[in-house]
């Protein structure tokens, strides 16, 4: 039995790096192109020797030893740390014997509220993942007054993702501004990454983005971007799916939604917020 759990729970911290679609003609995803470098860094937080952190380190590495844990802090139950690795949700026993995952669908829940814990965790690690990509670089579609901002993040290739941009008219029209993000699903260095580069250095990124998902042809453009960076930073916010909707807080959303069951998701989280 324990080596089944250990077999899920490796899985698990490796799935997010998975998580990438293989071309429908078997081409090899990952073309050779130029990657650009991003900005944020693939290393371990520093703790304290001896400290339940340290322990709580050492019993995830046991796992495997090439695990990047982004940040740990004293988990919402006594006797426990809570850990942020690749976009997942990951607790440790104090005395670093005990690891579990918090996955897809799941996590760590007030019995009291019912939130769940593990997403308010993996919302706040959002936010400051998002902070890194500049305003200048996201695309943005906005009524004059909105009400609410999200930020999407997006593929040109997505059916769901075309849908979503089809209906911008009126999902601005419910007072929705939109922030693009890029995530191209086929991977770094892949036409799908190419193809987004262009649309992000594109005069005009807007019609550029439209016109890709429209099923325009993309015309090649090149440039200084973040693409490679944006794409990174939806891995490690836990993105399992494109498009994937994120509140101004980093809560998930959702997937694709019609634009009025947006607008209600949008309402009840500003509900939950207001109750504090």
């Known amino acids: 039995m324990q080596k089944m759990v250990l077999t899920v729970v490796v899985g698990g911290f490796t799935l997010a790096a998975c998580a990438q679609q293989t071309p429908a003609d078997g081409s090899n995803a990952k073309a050779q192109v130029p990657v650009a470098k991003t900005t944020l860094p693939n290393r371990d937080v520093q703790v304290a020797p001896g400290t339940a952190d ?3 380190l050492d019993a ?28 997942q949700v990951v607790y440790v026993s104090d005395d670093g014997k005990y690891v579990f995952l918090a996955g897809q669908g799941g996590g760590l829940f007030d019995a009291g509220s019912q939130a769940n814990l593990s997403e308010d965790a993996l919302a706040a690690e959002r936010v400051r993942l998002l ?11 906005s009524p004059a007054n909105p009400k609410y901002t999200i930020t999407v993040f997006t593929d040109i290739e997505c059916g769901f993702c075309r849908k979503l941009h089809s209906e911008m008219a009126e999902i601005n029209k419910q007072g929705i501004a939109v922030e693009y993000l890029a995530f191209p699903r086929q991977g770094l260095g892949s036409k799908d990454y190419v193809d987004m580069i262009s649309v992000w250095c594109a005069a005009d990124r807007k019609a550029a983005l439209t016109n890709a998902k429209t099923g325009g042809k993309v015309p ?22 494109t498009p994937m909707i994120l509140a101004q807080d980093g809560q998930m959303i959702g997937g694709y939604l019609p634009p009025a069951v947006l607008k209600q998701r949008l309402d009840a989280w500003a509900a939950t917020k207001s109750k504090g």
Request: net charge positive; with cysteine; charged share 20%.
């Open 54 to 56: 340290a322990r709580a």
């Open 220 to 241: 090649a453009k090149d440039c200084k971007n973040t693409v490679a960076a944006q794409y990174v930073v939806g891995q490690r916010s836990g993105l399992t799916g």
């Open 131 to 141: 902070k890194t990509i500049p305003q200048s670089d996201r695309i943005v579609f």
């Open 60 to 87: 995830v590495k046991r796992f495997n030893p090439g695990i990047v844990v982004e940040n740990i802090s004293a988990a919402p139950m006594p006797g426990f740390r809570q850990m942020i690795i690749g976009g």
